[in-house]
């Protein structure tokens, strides 16, 4: 067992996550770009959140953005491009 897991261990600490700014990139911690949002492009993604039944808040735009290209429904850095399109926006619900 390396140190800092038996030091883990011993303080009880079994799990943890990182903060919604970071992320893990090749063993590291990293910061992600954060994206300013309009608040056309805000309204829309609290609105598709809330038509598949998600939990979201409205202020939670980069989760919601995050959830939708995890799932392969928004390309990303498409978000633009699914807004003006109704046939992808169509296309969300069969996916």
């Known amino acids: 067992m390396k140190f800092d897991e038996y030091i883990l261990e011993e303080l009880s600490f079994h799990k943890w996550k990182l903060k919604s700014g970071f992320e893990f990139k090749k063993n590291k911690v990293v910061k992600v770009k954060v994206k300013k949002f309009s608040q056309e492009e805000t309204s829309f993604l609290f609105s598709l959140s ?4 998600l939990n979201f808040k409205e202020k939670d735009s ?15 850095n498409g978000l633009s491009n699914f807004i003006s ?4 926006r169509k296309n969300a619900w069969k996916k």
Do not use: Q, R, T, W
Request: proline share 4%; aromatic share 14%; no cysteine.
């Open 50 to 53: 809330m038509a598949f039944g």
């Open 62 to 76: 980069i989760e919601i953005l995050k959830f939708f290209v995890d799932k392969k429904i928004i390309k990303p």
């Open 85 to 88: 399109s109704s046939k992808a």
